[in-house]
C-alpha cells in the first residue's frame, strides 16, 4: 500500500514565518495602546460643535481597531491553508497605519 506524497514529505519549516507572525502582530497590539491616547482625544473635534466632518473623524478614529484585528484574523487563516506568503504580508500590514502615520508626522515636521 503506498501513501500519498503529501504524507511523505516532511512539512516546509515555517519557523521564521511565526515569529515574524507574533512580531508584527505585537507591534499591532502596541499600536493599539496608542490608539487608546488617540481615541480619548478624539472626541475633542467636537469641541466646535458637532458636524459632519467631526463624526467622519470620530468614527474612523474609533473603528481603527478592526483594522488590526482582520488582518491577524486573515494571516492566521492563510496560515493555516499553508499560504506563507500571503500569511506574512498580512501579518506585516497589520501595524502598517500607525508607522505611516508616524512617518508622515516627522515628514511635516
Do not use: C
Not at 22 to 37: C, K, P, T, Y
Amino acid at each position: 500500500m503506498t501513501e500519498p506524497a503529501e504524507l511523505i514529505t516532511p512539512p516546509k519549516r515555517r519557523i521564521g514565518l511565526l515569529i515574524w507572525m507574533i512580531v508584527s502582530q505585537l507591534l499591532a497590539v502596541g499600536s493599539l495602546l496608542i490608539w487608546a491616547f488617540v481615541a480619548g482625544l478624539s472626541v475633542m473635534a467636537f469641541d466646535e460643535g458637532q458636524s459632519p466632518e467631526a463624526w467622519r473623524f470620530v468614527i474612523a478614529v474609533w473603528a481603527y481597531p478592526l483594522i488590526p484585528l482582520l488582518l491577524a484574523i486573515g494571516a492566521w487563516v492563510a496560515f493555516a491553508f499553508r499560504k506563507n506568503r500571503l500569511a506574512a504580508a498580512l501579518s506585516g500590514l497589520t501595524f502598517v497605519p500607525p508607522f505611516l502615520l508616524m512617518l508622515l508626522m516627522w515628514i511635516m515636521n
